[in-house]
């Protein structure tokens, strides 16, 4: 389950991604400038802003939004055990998700009693249960995922909201989200892979897979735990990601990765119009590296004063999401 705090979104447990490791010794500087102890990048290689939480960039993508009335939706499955998580997730993201800002949470659920007691809601934000069949282990789910966000997107999201956002329900928010993640189509850097270097990335290496990525291929690493943008972007993205499983499927194989393998695939032929910092989506892990503390002068260093305390963990700079041990 993940704490989101100035980590935004806080989690622990993922399912390894198979061959993931510490790499040992001092790791080579990326070609993407994301390398601990040097200035936090603030733009991606193709020119997409890449977003730290209280940067002077992040307050004037909200100023643009400030007068705009924008409905969004935030799209999370609880299927199986981790509809446990999901009361914890949604009075979370109602104190930290776009507060203020009109909100339709989309819950993919096998288990309406999940949502016992009914949770009161903000003005302008509601819920709506989208009925799914319970898929034990979250290894089947991962086969799943991506093909049931395209048909909720299509089916029910439609055009009810102007942009949508698929986070993992064991999840917390610990900080406010804001305006600053508006965009087309936007990832969120991986907390364990941040500034490591090129050759670190567990990009899928099996050449007769639908996610192999070549050796001069990729920038960053992008989590599955959150990620989004337009609804007919995040279609898109889901639909195709659902038909590269079903084409490696059809030939007996599953990326290392699972569905992230097959995300990350995607956002490298269709780079993202917006990057989230690794602070959108902790992890309190071994391999996750410490969010940098200064994006710009005016910006993360402020943020200091509101820290997330993990249980038996120190203190340490917020993250809007972070993420809690899995059910």
């Given at each position: 389950f993940m704490y989101l705090c100035g980590t935004f979104l806080v989690n622990g447990g993922h399912p390894p991604i198979l061959g993931l490791e510490p790499v040992e010794g001092e790791a080579d500087t990326p070609d993407t400038g994301t390398s601990l102890g040097h200035q936090p990048l603030l733009e991606t290689p193709w020119g997409a802003p890449l977003v730290w939480g209280e940067s002077s960039e992040s307050a004037n993508h909200r100023a643009k939004?400030?007068?705009?009335?924008?409905?969004v939706g935030l799209l999370v499955l609880a299927v199986g055990a981790y509809g446990l998580h999901l009361r914890r997730f949604l009075l979370s993201a109602e104190v930290n998700f776009l507060p203020g800002r009109g909100v339709t949470y989309?819950?993919?659920?096998?288990?309406?009693?999940s949502l016992e007691p009914p949770i009161k809601l903000a003005p302008e934000r509601d819920l709506k249960v989208i009925p799914v069949a319970e898929m034990p282990g979250w290894d089947r789910l991962a086969r799943r995922r991506m093909d049931l966000i395209a048909a909720a997107v299509k089916d029910e999201v439609g055009d009810e909201v102007a942009y949508v956002f698929c986070a993992d329900v064991d999840q917390e928010f610990m900080a406010p989200v804001r305006e600053e993640i508006l965009s087309e189509l936007v990832a969120t850097l991986h907390p364990e892979l941040y500034g490591m270097p090129r050759h670190a990335f567990p990009y899928e290496i099996e050449e007769s897979s639908a996610a192999c990525v070549d050796e001069d291929e990729g920038d960053f690493y992008y989590t599955s735990e959150l990620y989004g943008g337009r609804v007919a972007e995040v279609f898109r993205l889901a639909r195709a990601c659902s038909?590269?499983?079903?084409?490696?499927?059809?030939?007996?194989?599953m990326a290392r990765g699972m569905e992230e393998s097959y995300l990350n695939r995607y956002l490298i032929d269709h780079r993202p119009t917006c990057v989230l910092s690794p602070e959108y989506s902790w992890w309190d892990s071994a391999l996750s590296a410490d969010v940098p503390q200064n994006a710009d002068a005016e910006g993360m260093g402020q943020r200091q004063g509101s820290l997330l305390a993990s249980p038996g963990l120190e203190l340490r700079l917020e993250t809007p999401l972070k993420r809690h041990a899995k059910a």
């Open positions: 939004f400030s007068q705009r009335e924008v409905r989309y819950v993919l659920c096998d288990n309406p009693r038909l590269l499983i079903l084409e490696d499927q059809e030939k007996g194989f």
